[in-house]
């Protein structure tokens, strides 16, 4: 059971990296303010630190 919750959070670690590449050249192509980026960034940062803790809570020695 663990391993299949650990695989589904690396799948969505893996698709928020592919939408940090996609998404500023689609769809934030037109937003120029910086506190637009810098909020996306901030976001998609946030969601990768709390999956990866996800991902490790798990490890023992």
């Given at each position: 059971?663990?391993?299949?919750?650990?695989?589904?959070?690396?799948?969505?670690?893996?698709?928020i990296?592919?939408?940090?590449?996609?998404?500023?050249?689609?769809?934030?192509?037109?937003?120029?303010?910086?506190?637009?980026?810098?909020?996306?960034?901030?976001?998609?940062?946030?969601?990768?630190?709390?999956?990866?803790?996800l991902?490790?809570?798990?490890?023992?020695?």
């Amino acid at each position: 059971m663990k391993l299949t919750r650990n695989v589904w959070t690396v799948r969505a670690i893996f698709s928020i990296i592919v939408l940090c590449f996609i998404l500023p050249y689609t769809v934030f192509r037109d937003v120029d303010a910086w506190y637009g980026s810098f909020l996306f960034w901030t976001l998609a940062t946030v969601v990768v630190i709390g999956l990866n803790a996800l991902v490790s809570a798990d490890w023992e020695d």
